[in-house]
T-cell receptor
Framework: DTAVSQTPKYLVTQMGNDKSIKCEQN?????MYWYKQDSKKFLKIMFS???????INETVPNRFSPKSPDKAHLNLHINSLELGDSAVYFC??????????????FGPGTRLLVL | AQKITQTQPGMFVQEKEAVTLDCTYD???????LFWYKQPSSGEMIFLIY??????QNATEGRYSLNFQKARKSANLVISASQLGDSAMYFC???????????FGTGTRLQVTL
């Protein structure tokens, strides 16, 4: 059973195109995240949703639009793709409580290459 | 603001030896969590171990232990009896209170040799 799944695993596309990445978790968590890992392996938070409500929106171009149809799904839509968007995008999920110790579990990543 | 520093870009260790990966952190929040993740060459992020800021004892998970020194703001990962399969990137991360994003360090690439 896959806990956090992402599709597609690989995405190769041309500059200017619009693409979406889907994420689903079956852990019963109420919070989901998108992280971006750049070519130097640095990981940075992009967005987070808790029960379909946006709670984290870091400084990300507005070409990136997350959407959470329900608490088990968090999709990422990217408009007008640019070369610099090439990266690995990770989805993660956790329970959100007042305690900071909830572990985030990651999906396998989506490797996006913009040509 | 939270900050995680990993000063070792790369480390080598011989099989069956122990290795310590360094991590220091900075935060003004009294409540936080510290995590280590492993990223093998296949790319997935694997959760290894967690330490809470109020935990009195160091966390252990099998061959992994976390050497937590709160006054020094360090949370080093110790891997005992290294195995070839431990070769990977290792990331230290911190999670604060709501909205609880993870802040990552730059990672340490560990290579286990025969």
């Amino acid at each position: 059973d896959t806990a956090v799944s992402q599709t597609p695993k690989y995405l190769v596309t041309q500059m200017g195109n619009d693409k979406s990445i889907k994420c689903e978790q079956n852990l019963g968590h109420d919070t989901m995240y998108w992280y971006k890992q750049d070519s130097k392996k640095f990981l940075k938070i992009m967005f987070s949703y808790n029960n379909k409500e946006l709670i984290i929106n870091e400084t990300v171009p507005n070409r990136f639009s997350p959407k959470s149809p329900d608490k088990a799904h968090l999709n990422l839509h990217i408009n007008s793709l640019e070369l610099g968007d090439s990266a690995v995008y990770f989805c993660a999920s956790s329970r959100l409580t007042g305690d900071s110790q909830e572990t985030q579990y990651f999906g396998p990543g989506t490797r996006l290459l913009v040509l | 603001a939270q900050k995680i520093t990993q000063t070792q870009p790369g480390m080598f260790v011989q099989e069956k030896e122990a290795v310590t990966l360094d991590c220091t952190y900075d935060t003004s929040d009294p409540s936080y969590g510290l995590f280590w993740y492993k990223q093998p060459s296949s790319g997935e992020m694997i959760f290894l171990i967690y330490q809470g800021s109020y935990d009195q004892q160091n966390a252990t998970e099998g061959r992994y232990s976390l050497n937590f020194q709160k006054a020094r703001k360090s949370a080093n990962l110790v891997i005992s009896a290294s195995q070839l399969g431990d070769s990977a990137m290792y990331f230290c991360a911190m999670r604060g209170p709501f909205p609880s994003k993870l802040t990552f360090g730059t990672g340490t690439r560990l290579q286990v040799t025969l």
